[in-house]
């Protein structure tokens, strides 16, 4: 079975290489592109949310989010209800952005992907849809059960 956790990581590694110029064209990271796709489809949220969403502290994404806050892609506002909190919005140059990398990725993918059989990428992905419901009940049962 780990044999699957390998493959999943080598396929997302050539996936991102292959990606790579896409994203450098924008002066951002394959992971600055990952916490700005999360932000677009959120709209707004908090630090602490969006640090959640990307697996890492959110003391780790201050210093990544200086880095977008100065390119403009995002704005730091302060929550209306409780003000100690800060709020993480998208920009339209974000929003502008993002829909340029998907279009000229999902161009590269169709092209990539183009010589599989027929079918097997919406099969793929219906697939990979399905593990990943999975394994998020697994790990919401694995919390309640800590608790």
Known sequence: MFELVEMLSQVNTRIFRILSPIVKENNISISELIILWRLNKRGSCKITDLAKAAGLPASTLTGVFDRLESKGYLERVHDSVDRRSIIIEGTPKLKEMIESVVQNADK????????????????FTKNLSILHTHLSQKLSEQKVERK
């Open 108 to 123: 590269e993918l169709i092209m990539l992907f183009d010589t599989l059989p027929p079918g097997f990428m919406e099969d």
